[in-house]
């Protein structure tokens, strides 16, 4: 994507987007049948008098790396049923981004930021290792997380360590990442849900 076209949409093929959206009702099938997860990421200095200039750079590489994630971590049958990540809603100045997914890949994805802000934190040290103690908080924490999802989890951690644009997306002063410790009824997600801090995965 062009600088013009992040910027001010020129150039943006409109009918191709909207011919695109028509082709993938599939897909909101396949979430709107699914157990989901409410995932909030938290950013600062997001002030409330200026326009969400980085929403769209923070939404798809949410939605790019997830998919990333997918593809390299998971089995293909756990890619194949495994829906996409989706926005759901934006605070307005408050630097609040949340989204749905289902929870064996949103936790993969999880590990995996977690991964970079320890790369990105430390400046490649020479710890490398997956931390058991991140897992055991996942365990602890969450139910539906089982012991085959552990080496989804290791992937992610040691592959994903490295990447440059989950290290931009933490440097956008991401500073809180919480993941709804049951799955959440679509229905009510007006109503206040139980949130997990999995900032640790971020130490």
């Given at each position: 994507m062009?600088k013009?076209?992040?910027?001010?949409?020129?150039?943006?093929?409109?009918?191709?987007l909207w011919?695109?959206?028509d082709?993938?009702?599939?897909y909101i099938?396949k979430v709107?049948?699914s157990?989901?997860?409410?995932?909030?990421?938290?950013?600062?200095?997001?002030p409330?008098?200026?326009?969400?200039?980085?929403?769209?750079?923070?939404?798809k590489?949410?939605?790019?790396?997830f998919?990333e994630?997918?593809?390299?971590?998971?089995?293909?049958e756990?890619?194949?049923?495994?829906?996409?990540?989706?926005?759901?809603?934006?605070?307005?100045g408050?630097?609040i981004?949340?989204?749905?997914?289902q929870?064996?890949p949103l936790?993969?994805?999880?590990?995996?930021?977690?991964?970079a802000?320890?790369?990105?934190?430390?400046a490649l040290?020479?710890?490398?290792?997956?931390?058991?103690r991140?897992?055991t908080f996942i365990?602890?924490?969450?139910?539906?997380?089982?012991?085959?999802?552990?080496?989804?989890?290791m992937?992610?951690?040691?592959t994903?360590?490295?990447?440059?644009?989950?290290h931009?997306?933490i440097?956008?002063?991401?500073?809180?990442?919480?993941?709804?410790?049951n799955?959440?009824?679509a229905?009510?997600?007006e109503q206040?849900?139980e949130?997990?801090?999995?900032?640790?995965l971020?130490?």
């Amino acid at each position: 994507m062009s600088k013009e076209k992040y910027w001010i949409g020129k150039g943006l093929d409109l009918e191709q987007l909207w011919q695109d959206y028509d082709d993938g009702q599939g897909y909101i099938q396949k979430v709107a049948g699914s157990e989901l997860h409410l995932l909030r990421l938290t950013f600062a200095n997001h002030p409330a008098h200026l326009p969400l200039f980085d929403h769209e750079a923070i939404y798809k590489t949410v939605k790019g790396t997830f998919h990333e994630v997918k593809a390299e971590c998971l089995t293909r049958e756990a890619y194949d049923r495994a829906a996409p990540i989706f926005l759901y809603r934006v605070d307005r100045g408050s630097g609040i981004f949340e989204f749905l997914a289902q929870f064996d890949p949103l936790m993969t994805w999880v590990v995996a930021l977690g991964a970079a802000a320890t790369w990105y934190r430390r400046a490649l040290s020479d710890d490398q290792e997956l931390d058991k103690r991140r897992l055991t908080f996942i365990r602890a924490n969450f139910p539906n997380a089982s012991a085959s999802d552990v080496r989804a989890y290791m992937r992610a951690w040691t592959t994903f360590g490295r990447r440059r644009v989950l290290h931009r997306l933490i440097g956008q002063e991401l500073h809180r990442v919480e993941v709804s410790k049951n799955p959440v009824d679509a229905k009510h997600l007006e109503q206040p849900q139980e949130m997990v801090d999995v900032g640790k995965l971020l130490e």
